[in-house]
Nanobody, 125 residues
Framework: QVQLVESGGGLVQAGGSLRLSCAAPGRTFSGYSMGWFRQAPGKEREFVAA????????YYADSVKGRCTISRDNAKNTVYLQMNSLKPEDTAVYYC??????????????????WGQGTQVTVSS
């Protein structure tokens, strides 16, 4: 089980950018696919983006495609989510996780044993 710590959230105006980071202190996650989910108030947690562990292929929700880029630095045990052209509807708590790629692609939250505290992203209009 990989312990993950998300950071980089904040308050930004619509059209702005943020880069989220997710680290695994003291652990390596090179053997895992990594990804991001988000949860807005009153809504279910939803898939945002994922990156495979071996090929580095990336996958995005339609709502963020073209605006977000997921990347990973295995040497630093860190995964990033660069978010551009932010919209008020992007406001949510963003969580990262590690696991099988299928878990991300099927949006099956039960495949993830634990979650970090997330990082709050607030986009003002």
């Amino acid at each position: 089980q990989v312990q993950l710590v998300e950071s980089g959230g904040g308050l930004v105006q619509a059209g702005g950018s943020l880069r989220l980071s997710c680290a695994a202190p003291g652990r390596t996650f090179s053997g895992y696919s990594m990804g991001w989910f988000r949860q807005a108030p009153g809504k279910e947690r939803e898939f945002v983006a994922a990156i495979s562990r071996n090929t580095g292929n990336t996958y995005y929700a339609d709502s963020v495609k073209g605006r977000c880029t997921i990347s990973r630095d295995n040497a630093k045990n860190t995964v990033y989510l660069q978010m551009n052209s932010l919209k008020p509807e992007d406001t949510a708590v963003y969580y990262c996780n590690a696991g099988l790629l299928q878990g991300f692609l099927t949006r099956d939250l039960s495949r993830f044993a634990s979650w970090g505290q997330g990082t709050q992203v607030t986009v003002s209009s």
